[in-house]
Nanobody
Framework: QVQLVESGGGLVQAGGSLRLSCAAS????????MGWFRQAPGKGREVVAA????????YYTDSVKGRFTITRDNAKNTEYLQMNSLKPEDTAVYYC?????????????????WGQGTQVTVSS
């Protein structure tokens, strides 16, 4: 089992920044591909970004490219999502997810473990 706990969400004005963290425990963190997903009210869960087990490969959905950065620190068992130039349409509950394997994974169905989510609200 892998336990994931997100933090860092909050209320920010458009154009502002937030950094989300996801602390993992229970298994060897570096053996897992990690991802960030979000779900806005009335919408399905969508991938935001994903990162391979060593952090050398990443994926971003088009709407966040150039604004968000996913990283990981395997020594600290933590994944991060730096979010800059935030827009009201980024408002959602953000979830981190883990899946055993070396690669990054875009589809939510590929992930075995999920955090409880953290709310991000961007005001206009």
């Amino acid at each position: 089992q892998v336990q994931l706990v997100e933090s860092g969400g909050g209320l920010v004005q458009a154009g502002g920044s937030l950094r989300l963290s996801c602390a993992a425990s229970g298994r060897t963190f570096s053996n897992y591909g990690m991802g960030w997903f979000r779900q806005a009210p009335g919408k399905g869960r969508e991938v935001v970004a994903a990162i391979s087990w060593r952090g050398s490969n990443t994926y971003y959905t088009d709407s966040v490219k150039g604004r968000f950065t996913i990283t990981r620190d395997n020594a600290k068992n933590t994944e991060y999502l730096q979010m800059n130039s935030l827009k009201p349409e980024d408002t959602a509950v953000y979830y981190c997810a883990a899946r055993y394997g070396t690669s990054w994974y875009r589809d939510a169905g590929n992930y075995n473990y999920w955090g409880q989510g953290t709310q991000v609200t961007v005001s206009s």
